[in-house]
C-alpha cells in the first residue's frame, strides 16, 4: 500500500497571528490610569470635564472598560468588592488611585451634586452602548452602601434622584436594597428616605409616585425597614418628618388596594369551594384591615364571579335572584350596618334594588332605605 510522503517543513518557521485575532490584556488600572490623568488635566470645571469625556471615548475602550468608568467618576477610583477603593498603583512611582472629580468628593448639597450627575447623562447619550452598563453599575454600588461613609451614601442619594428623575436609571433598580445585610443595619430605609426627598425636589411627588408604581414598589415600601421598625407608626412618623407625607398617603392607599386584592382571591376561592356562609363571614371579620363599605364589594364579586351567566340578557335578573338566595345571610351579615345605604342611594342597579325588596336585604338599615328602594 503505498504511504503519502510527508512535506518538508522549514526550520524556525513562524506561525504569524492576525491582529484581528490578537486578544489585548485586560487592564483595568492602565485604563484608569489613563482616565484619571485626563481628569486631572480637565480641572474641577465640570464642563471641562464633561468634553474631556465626551473626546475621551474615540481613544479609550469605554466599551470593555465602562465598569471601571463609572466606578472612578462616583467613587473615584476602582471599587473593590465592599466598597474600599483598590489601591494597589499607589505606589513610589507617584501615580494616583483616585480623583477628586467624582460625586463622593462632591459638596453634599444638590447644588453641587446635579451638575456633576448630570455628566453621566451627557457621556450616555453621546455613548449610548453605556446605558445598559451604568443600569448595572447603579444596582452594584447600592449592594456596597455598608462600605461607604454616611456623607458619601447622602450624596448617592441625591446622585441617584437626579439620574432617576432624567430616566437615566429605572426605578427598579433600588430593589437592591432590599438585600437582607442592608434592610437589617437600616441602610435601605436611611437611602430610600434621603432619596425620596431629594426625588420629590428633582420633580414631583406625582412623578414619584408613578415612577415607584411602575417599578412595581408602591406596595413594598415597609420591606426597605428592618423588622424591628416594620410598623405603620415608625414608617408613616418618619416619612412625615421627613416632608413625604403624600407618600404615606400613597403607601395607604396602595396597601389598602393589595388586601382587598388579597382577599377577594380568597373569597372566591371559599365560595368556589362551597363555604358556609358563617365560614366566610368568619374569615372576614378577622381581616379588620378595610370598612364594611369595601367587604360588601368583595363579597358581591365574590359570589357574582362564582356563576356562569346565561348569555340571554332577559333571563340574567332571574338567574342573579335565585343564585343570591342561596347566598343571602352571607350578604345581610355585611348589609345591616347603619350607613351601608349611604353608599347606594341612587347608585345601585334596578336589579340590585330588586334584591332589596325581594330577599328582605335591607334588614337592620334606617327608615331612609325607603328612599332607595322607590328609586
Avoid at 334594588?353 to 334606617?366: K, M, T
Wanted: hydrophobic fraction near 40%; glycine fraction near 6%; charged fraction near 30%.
Amino acid at each position: 500500500m503505498n504511504q503519502k510522503s510527508e512535506k518538508p517543513t522549514l526550520s524556525g518557521q513562524r506561525i504569524k497571528t492576525r491582529k484581528r485575532d490578537e486578544k489585548e490584556k485586560y487592564d483595568p488600572v492602565g485604563f484608569r490610569d489613563s482616565v484619571l490623568q485626563g481628569l486631572e488635566d480637565a480641572g474641577t470645571d465640570v464642563e471641562q470635564i464633561s468634553k474631556y469625556l465626551d473626546v475621551a471615548g474615540a481613544k479609550l475602550d469605554y466599551r470593555r472598560y465602562g465598569e471601571t468608568l463609572f466606578d472612578i467618576l462616583i467613587a473615584g477610583g476602582i471599587l473593590a468588592p465592599g466598597g474600599s477603593l483598590v489601591e494597589d498603583a499607589g505606589d513610589n512611582n507617584g501615580r494616583k488611585f483616585r480623583t477628586d472629580a467624582c460625586i463622593f468628593m462632591q459638596e453634599d448639597t444638590m447644588d453641587k451634586i446635579r451638575p456633576f450627575a448630570l455628566v453621566f447623562i451627557k457621556l450616555m447619550r453621546r455613548y449610548k452602548y453605556l446605558e445598559k452598563m451604568f443600569e448595572e453599575e447603579v444596582k452594584k454600588v447600592l449592594l456596597f452602601l455598608r462600605g461607604f461613609s454616611e456623607k458619601d451614601r447622602h450624596r448617592l442619594s441625591k446622585a441617584l434622584a437626579v439620574w432617576i428623575s432624567q430616566a437615566a436609571v429605572p426605578p427598579s433598580c433600588l430593589t437592591s436594597l432590599l438585600q437582607e445585610h442592608l434592610v437589617r443595619d437600616g441602610l435601605s430605609s436611611e437611602f430610600i428616605v434621603e432619596l425620596m426627598v431629594a426625588w420629590k425636589h428633582e420633580k414631583d411627588i406625582q412623578a414619584v409616585k408613578s415612577a415607584l408604581k411602575k417599578a412595581g414598589l408602591e406596595s413594598k415600601l415597609m420591606q426597605f425597614f428592618p423588622m424591628n421598625k416594620r410598623n405603620k407608626d415608625h414608617f408613616h412618623a418618619l416619612f412625615k418628618d421627613n416632608g413625604l407625607a403624600e407618600i404615606v398617603e400613597f403607601h395607604l392607599t396602595q396597601a389598602n388596594a393589595e388586601v382587598k386584592k388579597e382577599l377577594q382571591v380568597e373569597v372566591d376561592r371559599m365560595v368556589q369551594d362551597g363555604d358556609s356562609p358563617k365560614e366566610i363571614v368568619t374569615f372576614l371579620k378577622l381581616r379588620n384591615e378595610l370598612e364594611e363599605r369595601e367587604i360588601v364589594g368583595i363579597v358581591w364579586n365574590g359570589v357574582m364571579s362564582s356563576v356562569e351567566w346565561n348569555k340571554k340578557e332577559e333571563l340574567v335578573a332571574e338567574q342573579a335572584l335565585k343564585h343570591l338566595k342561596v347566598r343571602r345571610k352571607l350578604h345581610t351579615s355585611f348589609c345591616r350596618i347603619h350607613d351601608i345605604w349611604k353608599i347606594g342611594t341612587g347608585a345601585f342597579s334596578p336589579r340590585s334594588r330588586l334584591l332589596f325588596r325581594e330577599y328582605e336585604l335591607h334588614e337592620g338599615l334606617p327608615q331612609n332605605r325607603n328612599a332607595l328602594l322607590q328609586k
